[in-house]
């Protein structure tokens, strides 16, 4: 598990998790890695004798520009978060958060069909590209991207409209209520909601209560977004979910086992959340 810092990531509690109820004599273990080293650090691995490592804030990006392979996710979304180490020693990135975006919203709304409707993504970081990514891989016919700072909307969808398919617009953040009438998903990849940060401020009075709405803040997991959301009617998904579907293809190409995200796993995490 390579951050800077590394100690607030939930991975390696949650891949322990998973090692000890398949009793897989593993570790993921947390190194804090600085921006400099990383072009140092990671080329070792193969010889260290590791299966893989995940990557986090700050370095999801650069990790890309120092693997031998990337898979399509982490080339459009421009970011690896897992490094799986192959059998002639090469480092493959991908990225999985696209695809835990839409594993969490499909568990936990079985029903839930990309052709619903357009959707509605707030923010325009590495999140929401990721958000936006898997998405449109699901088939959402039309996504509507509002951030605080409208260029890098912009940027983000002139950069991913060559790798995506589906229809994208940009609009102005204080319009953000105008857009809500014909939604289907809407999600939250900014910070606000999370502890320290204020709340978003959104009118929900506009949006269809049959949209499902997201945020993937999972610090705390009752965000006032998805409060709100709730007391009105509409199905919501909350952070957690994410966190824990993006680490399954990991496991996965790591163990060679799917591992199972159960109510009990979620406990347990909602517990560890709150130490
Ligand atoms: P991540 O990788 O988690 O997406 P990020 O790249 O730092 O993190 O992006 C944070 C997002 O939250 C951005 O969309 C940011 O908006 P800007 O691009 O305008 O900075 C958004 N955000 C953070 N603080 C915000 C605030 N106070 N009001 C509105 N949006 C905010």
Same mark, same amino acid.
């Given at each position: =598990?390579?951050?800077? %810092?590394?100690?607030?990531?939930?991975?390696? @509690?949650?891949?322990?998790?998973?090692?000890?109820?398949?009793?897989?004599?593993?570790?993921?273990?947390?190194?804090? +890695?600085?921006?400099?080293?990383?072009?140092?650090?990671?080329?070792?691995?193969?010889? !260290?004798?590791?299966?893989?490592?995940?990557?986090?804030?700050?370095?999801?990006?650069?990790?890309?520009? !120092?693997?031998?392979?990337?898979?399509?996710?982490? @080339?459009?979304?421009?970011?690896?978060?897992?490094?799986?180490?192959?059998?002639?020693?090469?480092?493959? *990135?991908?990225?999985?958060?696209?695809?835990?975006?839409?594993? /969490?919203? @499909?568990?936990? !709304? %079985?029903?839930?069909?990309?052709?619903?409707?357009?959707?509605? +993504?707030?923010?325009? *970081?590495?999140?929401?590209?990721?958000?936006?990514?898997?998405?449109?891989?699901?088939?959402?016919?039309?996504?509507? +991207?509002?951030?605080?700072?409208?260029? @890098?909307?912009?940027? !983000?969808?002139?950069?991913?409209?060559?790798?995506?398919?589906?229809?994208?617009?940009?609009?102005?953040?204080?319009?953000?209520?105008?857009?809500? /009438?014909?939604?289907?998903?809407?999600?939250?990849?900014?910070?606000?909601?999370?502890?320290?940060?204020?709340?978003?401020?959104?009118?929900?009075?506009?949006? %269809?209560?049959?949209?499902?709405?997201?945020?993937?803040?999972?610090? %705390? &997991?009752?965000?006032?977004?998805?409060?709100?959301?709730?007391?009105? *009617?509409?199905?919501?998904?909350?952070?957690?979910? =994410?966190?824990?579907?993006?680490?399954?293809?990991?496991?996965?190409?790591?163990?060679?086992?799917?591992?199972?995200?159960?109510?009990? &796993?979620?406990?347990?995490?909602?517990?560890?959340?709150?130490?």
């Amino acid at each position: =598990m390579l951050g800077f %810092p590394v100690k607030q990531s939930y991975s390696p @509690r949650l891949h322990g998790r998973w090692l000890e109820a398949l009793n897989i004599d593993g570790i993921l273990v947390p190194f804090e +890695v600085s921006p400099e080293d990383l072009s140092l650090v990671l080329p070792t691995f193969p010889r !260290l004798g590791l299966v893989g490592a995940c990557v986090t804030i700050p370095h999801k990006e650069a990790t890309l520009t !120092l693997m031998h392979n990337v898979d399509d996710a982490a @080339r459009a979304i421009g970011a690896v978060n897992v490094i799986s180490i192959n059998d002639n020693g090469e480092l493959i *990135g991908r990225n999985t958060d696209g695809y835990g975006f839409i594993e /969490s919203l @499909r568990q936990s !709304l %079985p029903d839930w069909k990309a052709d619903h409707g357009p959707a509605l +993504v707030l923010g325009a *970081g590495g999140a929401a590209r990721a958000v936006v990514y898997g998405l449109a891989s699901a088939g959402v016919p039309e996504i509507r +991207v509002i951030n605080r700072t409208r260029k @890098r909307a912009e940027r !983000l969808a002139k950069e991913l409209s060559t790798s995506i398919g589906c229809r994208m617009s940009i609009c102005d953040w204080d319009e953000m209520e105008n857009h809500l /009438s014909d939604v289907a998903v809407l999600v939250n990849t900014t910070s606000l909601g999370m502890v320290g940060m204020p709340p978003l401020r959104l009118s929900l009075n506009h949006l %269809p209560v049959t949209a499902v709405v997201v945020d993937i803040v999972y610090v %705390p &997991l009752m965000t006032p977004l998805l409060e709100g959301a709730r007391q009105r *009617g509409n199905h919501i998904v909350d952070g957690l979910g =994410m966190l824990i579907h993006q680490a399954r293809p990991a496991f996965r190409e790591w163990f060679g086992v799917d591992p199972e995200v159960t109510e009990t &796993l979620r406990s347990l995490l909602i517990a560890d959340l709150r130490v």
